[in-house]
């Protein structure tokens, strides 16, 4: 089945720690995407990528860093520096920057 | 981007249509409409997108009034399992630069009853 997985399901992150969500695709799609969401709000972009080795900054990157090694692959850090990580983490893909989005299931992440 | 504006809530009756409407008066002439659907801690799930015909798929109906600046999103049949958030987006087509971000607002929480 083709698709866009995230893991872990939950997370959780005591103060301090760096934490790293996965998200691999297998629909070989050349774009991918990190968003975030908080209770009762949109999604807002954190990061993306259009090509392998490649990645840009959205609108709340500060606190969060990626990488993009592998077309299949692009891995979120919550690093210390993000004060407020609690959240719903989205990994999303298109084909390329400007087609239809495809969204992963999302990681729930919580701070102990 | 040009923003979206939506009801926040909405009921409808299961086996009845669900229509849900989106303002979108400042859209541009290269900007799609696009639809998406959010249930409760899963990730968003795409449903529809045009950019002035009428659309359907095997999910919904998609209506864009003839100025373009709203338009109607339809479930003929909804199910309980249509509960969710359904966000409407627009988005430029086909723009190589920014990576041609999905802005998602608040969204309408549609709320299908036995």
């Known amino acids: 089945d083709g698709g866009i997985t995230q893991s872990p399901k939950y997370l959780f992150r005591k103060e301090g720690q760096n934490v790293t969500l996965s998200c691999e695709q297998n629909l070989n799609h050349d774009a991918m995407y990190w968003y975030r969401q908080d209770p009762g709000q949109g999604l807002r972009l954190i990061y993306y990528s259009q090509i392998v080795n490649d990645f840009q900054k959205g609108d709340i990157a500060e606190g969060y860093s990626v990488s993009r090694e592998k077309k299949e692959s692009f891995p979120l850090t919550v690093t210390s520096a993000q004060k407020n990580p609690t959240a719903f983490y989205l990994c999303a893909s298109s084909s390329t920057g400007w087609e239809t989005q495809y969204f992963g299931p999302g990681t729930r992440l919580l701070v102990l | 981007d040009a923003k979206t504006t939506q009801p926040p809530s909405m009921d409808c009756a299961e086996g009845r249509a669900a229509n849900l409407p989106c303002n979108h008066s400042?859209?541009?002439?290269?900007?799609?409409v696009y639809w998406y659907r959010q249930i409760h801690s899963q990730g968003p799930q795409y449903i529809i997108h045009?950019?002035?015909n009428n659309e359907t798929n095997e999910m919904a109906s998609l209506i864009i009034t003839e100025d373009r600046k709203s338009s109607t999103l339809i479930l003929p049949h909804a199910t309980l399992r249509d509960t969710a958030v359904y966000y409407c987006i627009v988005r430029v087509a086909n723009a190589r630069n920014a990576g041609n971000m999905l802005t998602f607002g608040g969204g309408t929480r549609l709320m299908v009853k036995p």
């Open positions: 045009g950019l002035k």
């Open positions: 400042t859209i541009s002439g290269n900007e799609y």
